[in-house]
């Protein structure tokens, strides 16, 4: 299943909106028979592609293999045909299921297909791990939104500018892991005086990758989750200013926040950072060089982080 997952990865950029999956063939002795992963939506999906990758001679031992699969296999015709008839079809004899997929049109119904077939079937290995790879296209199918991270640059003493001076808080190589996470999201927000006051880009240009949507809003042209949601757009950044930030906090419009803060440097006065929720606890935080980048997330998700 780790293994799934790894090449799960591989299609970060183009599965979207589908969800990243990785799918291997392993005989009773360890031995691979073929592996794939989604490559890009609209064409095969990773249990076709593990298919096709098994050569032509070992197709007979297809009888004695497992599958392991990171997300629950398709049940409905959509752009291509069901993963789970074609499981059936091949004559797998045990399928191993990271999780279940939350996308209505599935939902079960790819597990409950295979065992009416007289398929092995195990759910729940790695599922965590799993469910925290697809969590941006859980929370949109399931929550109608996008996933949403907050994200600011904070000195050491808790200031996000310099008496309400634009301030340089990034290193070039936290800037280019802030221009990475860009390339990854499907979109990324300022505030109105942000947009007046700073003139940013919020592209990519210290990364490779698409940029993300760009959007700026204030109290005429509010943020309208339910657009965005039939725009397909299933991750947000939010780069405001204070006030911007703290509107989506005090909603709860939030699913991690990302806090860069520069322990060296240190201001006399200025526009404070955001108070974190109640609720937020430490996911990950990785120091690079005398700057520190924490991850929060909501404590009844963080077992999945």
Known sequence: MRRCLQLARCGQQNAKPNPMVGAVIVLP???ILGEGYHVRCGEGHAEVNAFASVRPEDEPLLKEATMYVSLEPCSHYGKTPPCADLIIKKGIARVVIGCIDEFAEVRGRGIRKLRDA?????VGVLEEECRALNRRFFTYHRQHRPYIILKWAQTANGFIDDHCQPLAISTPFTQMLSHKLRSEEDAILVGR????????????????????????????????????HAHHVQSLIVEGGR??????????????IRIETNHMLTVTGGTRAPQLPANAVVATALRYDHNTITTYRPAEVQKIS
């Open 193 to 228: 005086v942000t947009d007046e006051r700073e003139h940013p880009l919020l592209s990519v240009r210290h990364w490779a990758g698409p940029d993300p949507k760009r959007l700026v809003i204030d109290r005429q042209h509010p943020l309208n989750l339910n657009s965005l």
């Open 29 to 31: 002795e360890g031995r």
């Open 243 to 256: 006030k911007t930030l703290e509107s989506f906090l005090v909603q709860g419009l939030w699913d991690e």
């Open 118 to 122: 007289g398929i092995d079937v195990a």
